[in-house]
């Protein structure tokens, strides 16, 4: 629309017939967001039109009007209709419009534009300086006065079936969160109200079902018209959270003195189970002196039998601050009975073994603190989500789990006392049995899916193999030792490995020269042109010895097994090893041997100079040596053609790998066989513990300068000594 038509559009704003004014805003709401246009707009007393209308309209007419003032502020112009003594009346008619309007595209507009008015408090645009109570959460109060279910409707809509009005409530709530915990910004850990007001407004928030609802759209199949807002409100938790750690724990606070006073009584600590170190009267007595005025009477171990360290449980909560506390007093106060069941239990046991359950809860808290990354901004997640243009959301940015914060915290203080419990911790083991927690809580609560319920990872929590959790562990240390030793025993390590096998080579290559008996299976019966068989004597047992060179394989074949070893003299038969093409074996370990079927064979082939020539399926192990012949002719591809020279069936599984790869080692090949390659690490890993064993502690501490520790003599000196501080 040409700025020229304002005047013109302004006139048919203010007309009588509401057919003429809904024309003229619904043009309206589509050129408004052009900041020449608004700016000409503006100054031609538009605002005051535009308020009329939002004042005294309904129907589409109201709807266009609220979306023409929403387009006008996301320009960030028009904020003059919030200012002077009707701007309260107008904000009171939003609200209402939330609270009693029940149509979707007035409701959206209305939400709009209270986005837009809270989180104006927090903008520098324009440099302007605003009064004080006319923008932010302020501006909304004496309208929530009036409308006191204003925050209960505003989440209500958070289970709309339309997205767009769904995702506008919660950018209002995302505001109002932002401004309330900003505004007190720099009270938040000082005394009076003004230091409280937005934990109060929050928790009024949460007692209106805010977190479920939250919960349920980050689990939901609408995550992509949603993700900025729920990332945004995801980022708000982590601010919350971190802003209930810095709140210092004051017993000077009466809120502070409270809950510990609740944790105290919590603990019916009348009953006997004060540590078994007094009876119940003498207990009443401490009790009852502790009600005495100006009475020093108390209870010795008032604080250490709920698990704190001291008689000063304040501070103790230095790290978790006041969220360590809120997290402790709601596992109590949900699980009251289990809490006195576990200190009587622990009662019953030596001071030692028992299971300091305040500390396990700071513990817990701290470890879910950390695995959140709650002082890490999630504004990195908001920038990589924007930079996907469109494309399906990444499931790894949303954690509704986070929202479960108290669920989780209790789940993981169950799962420590179970883990104190099996591993039979005692007090000097407390941080092991905290890192194992920490361990399980990355394994379940960091590999659950965005839609996983939480009751299915309160149960996995609970229900956690030991030994697996033991065993990752293991893995944890040993990548942590990679990453500070790596670069240091990879070169080790290398070294080591070459060495191995070379020493492994040189091992079966002696297991050749010293030789070994072979079986030969019974040969077919071979018939000729006349039908008779044609038979040659068969010899069952095969000898072969490698030659004292390293350059021959002597072999010939027996009746019997001789008692002694026949030399290389009695060995008629011998291979050039420089004539080998290729080795060929179905050398198997004996549990894959067992599970073979006679039609199948594993072929392992390696030296490979030419095609593999055909193999049939045997069911005994053999290994047989191919060769290029000097006589042999070339095939009809041009290509040489190999063929067995020499066939070796091994007795057992060890000699076979021991020929297999001696073979193949003589031939400057890797061994293929299990066997072999075990024997390699563990000799290598051998090596390495050796080495480690051979650092020298000198070569770290070189110990005490000389002449520290020695006792100066007292000789010649009388009692007349002082001390010079």
Request: charged fraction near 25%; proline fraction near 5%.
């Amino acid at each position: 629309m040409d700025q020229a038509d304002i005047p013109a559009l302004l006139s048919r704003l203010a007309s009588d017939e509401d057919a003429a004014r809904k024309m003229a805003v619904f043009k309206l709401q589509s050129s408004i967001n052009d900041p020449a246009f608004a700016d000409v707009f503006i100054s031609s007393g538009g605002l005051v039109i535009l308020r009329r209308l939002i004042m005294t309209t309904g129907g589409n007419t109201l709807a266009y009007s609220l979306q023409s003032l929403s387009r006008l502020l996301e320009v960030d112009m028009g904020w003059d209709i919030f200012e002077g003594t009707a701007a309260g009346d107008l904000v009171e008619r939003v609200v209402e419009l939330i609270v009693h309007n029940p149509l979707v595209n007035i409701l959206r507009g209305a939400m709009s534009i209270l986005v837009a008015l809270v989180g104006h408090s927090q903008s520098t645009a324009r440099g302007m300086v605003r009064t004080p109570g006319t923008f932010g959460f302020r501006a909304l109060k004496p309208a929530v006065a009036v409308y006191p279910q204003f925050f209960e409707l505003v989440i209500m809509q958070l289970q709309s079936a339309d997205h767009a009005l769904c995702a506008n409530a919660l950018m209002l709530i995302n505001a109002l969160i932002r401004d309330a915990v900003g505004g007190d910004g720099g009270q938040q850990g000082g005394k009076g109200t003004g230091g409280e007001e937005w934990s109060k407004f929050i928790k009024r928030l949460q007692d209106l079902g805010l977190i479920k609802a939250v919960y349920n759209l980050l689990q939901s199949s609408s995550l992509q018209d949603l993700a900025h807002p729920l990332l945004e409100f995801q980022s708000l938790t982590k601010v919350l959270l971190r802003k209930w750690r810095e709140v210092r724990v004051d017993l000077e606070r009466p809120e502070h003195r409270r809950a510990l006073k609740g944790l105290h009584l919590a603990s019916a600590p009348d009953r006997k189970h004060l540590n078994g170190v007094g009876t119940v009267a003498a207990v009443a007595g401490a009790e009852e002196g502790d009600g005495k005025k100006g009475s020093r009477r108390h209870n010795p171990e008032k604080w250490r039998r709920l698990g704190f360290e001291t008689e000063s449980p304040a501070m103790e909560f230095e790290t978790a601050g006041f969220l360590g506390m809120m997290d402790l007093t709601d596992y109590v106060r949900k699980n009251e009975d289990g809490f006195q069941k576990l200190l009587l239990e622990q009662s019953s046991r030596p001071l030692n073994e028992r299971c300091p359950v305040a500390r396990a809860s700071l513990a817990v808290t701290m470890i879910l603190y950390d695995h959140f990354e709650v002082d890490k901004s999630d504004l990195e997640d908001i920038r990589g989500y924007q930079l996907m243009d469109g494309q399906k959301p990444n499931d790894k940015l949303f954690r509704p789990l986070l929202l479960q914060w108290s669920r989780l915290h209790t789940a993981g203080l169950h799962a420590f006392f179970r883990m104190w419990k099996a591993t039979g911790a005692e007090r000097d083991d407390f941080d092991k049995v905290a890192e194992l927690v920490r361990i399980l809580v990355e394994q379940v609560v960091g590999q659950a899916s965005r839609t996983k319920d939480v009751l299915e990872v309160e149960d996995d929590l609970q229900e956690y193999d030991g030994g697996r959790l033991r065993e990752l562990q293991m893995d944890l240390l040993d990548l942590s030792f990679e990453d500070q030793w790596g670069p240091h025993l990879y070169q080790v390590r290398e070294e080591l490995k070459h060495e191995a096998l070379q020493f492994v080579k040189e091992q079966r290559v002696r297991c050749l020269l010293q030789g070994s008996w072979f079986s030969k299976p019974m040969p077919r019966a071979q018939f000729g042109v006349d039908q008779a068989p044609k038979r040659r004597l068969y010899q069952p047992w095969r000898y072969a010895k490698l030659s004292h060179n390293r350059r021959y394989l002597h072999y010939a074949d027996f009746p019997e097994q001789l008692q002694q070893d026949p030399g290389l003299d009695a060995l008629t038969e011998k291979v050039d090893l420089s004539t080998i093409s290729s080795v060929v074996s179905n050398v198997s370990a004996p549990s894959e041997v067992e599970s073979l079927s006679n039609n199948t064979e594993s072929t392992m082939s390696t030296y490979r100079n030419g095609p593999a020539p055909p193999q049939s399926a045997k069911p005994t192990t053999k290994i047989t040596i191919y060769s290029f012949g000097e006589d042999i002719g070339k095939d009809g591809g041009g290509e040489p053609k190999e063929q067995p020279i020499l066939t070796l069936f091994p007795l057992n599984h060890s000699l076979a790998s021991e020929w297999l790869d001696g073979l193949l080692m003589l031939l400057n090949q890797a061994p293929i066989t299990a066997e072999t390659n075990k024997l390699v690490t563990l000799v290598s890993e051998y090596g390495l513990k050796i080495r480690l064993l051979n650092v020298r502690v000198e070569a770290v501490y070189s110990g005490p300068a000389p002449g520290a520790g020695v006792v100066p003599s007292r000789v010649g000196l009388d009692e007349d000594y002082f001390y010079e501080i």
